[in-house]
């Protein structure tokens, strides 16, 4: 089976304790990183993925914007969310569409993110950033 994996959800795994936007988000993200860790091919988008199925802000398949919601502060936009998956990808050597297996991409981050001290520069700014630290 092939999942759809946002970029910077790369991050995001390596560090997941549970805790989410809401019981469904977090449900889905243990679900995925289950499955995650049977070492599928995954697509990297820089878009709504797999994981973002139960956000409750994703709308259609879409992450909804401050303009067409009252999001709380450190809700990732959807533009800040694609800023962190462009940052991922320039990183990791790669790019939008590409398909990998799941623990070479975590390889990748591990290596040329994380290890590197890049990962408070890209997502510094996100609501769940002290639980990376």
Same mark, same amino acid.
């Given at each position: 089976?092939?999942?759809?994996?946002?970029?910077?959800?790369? $991050?995001?795994?390596?560090?997941?304790?549970?805790?989410?936007?809401?019981?469904?988000?977090?449900?889905? $993200?243990?679900? $995925?990183?289950?499955?995650?860790?049977? +070492?599928?091919?995954?697509?990297?988008?820089?878009?709504?993925?797999?994981? =973002?199925?139960?956000?409750?802000? +994703?709308? +259609?398949?879409?992450?909804? %914007?401050?303009?067409?919601?009252?999001?709380?502060?450190?809700?990732? %936009?959807?533009?800040?969310?694609?800023?962190?998956?462009?940052?991922?990808?320039?990183?990791?050597?790669?790019?939008?569409?590409?398909?990998?297996?799941?623990?070479?991409?975590?390889?990748?981050?591990?290596?040329?993110?994380?290890?590197?001290?890049?990962?408070?520069?890209?997502?510094?700014? =996100?609501?769940?950033?002290?639980? =990376?630290?």
């Amino acid at each position: 089976m092939e999942y759809r994996i946002r970029a910077h959800h790369g $991050m995001c795994f390596a560090f997941f304790q549970g805790k989410g936007y809401s019981g469904a988000f977090t449900e889905n $993200m243990w679900k $995925m990183k289950e499955r995650l860790q049977q +070492n599928p091919e995954v697509v990297l988008l820089q878009e709504t993925d797999d994981v =973002c199925a139960k956000c409750p802000n +994703n709308q +259609n398949g879409r992450c909804i %914007s401050t303009a067409e919601k009252e999001v709380p502060e450190g809700v990732p %936009s959807p533009e800040k969310a694609a800023g962190y998956d462009g940052q991922v990808f320039a990183c990791c050597g790669l790019a939008p569409g590409v398909r990998i297996k799941w623990k070479d991409f975590e390889e990748l981050v591990r290596e040329r993110i994380l290890e590197a001290g890049k990962r408070e520069v890209i997502c510094g700014g =996100c609501q769940w950033n002290e639980l =990376c630290k």
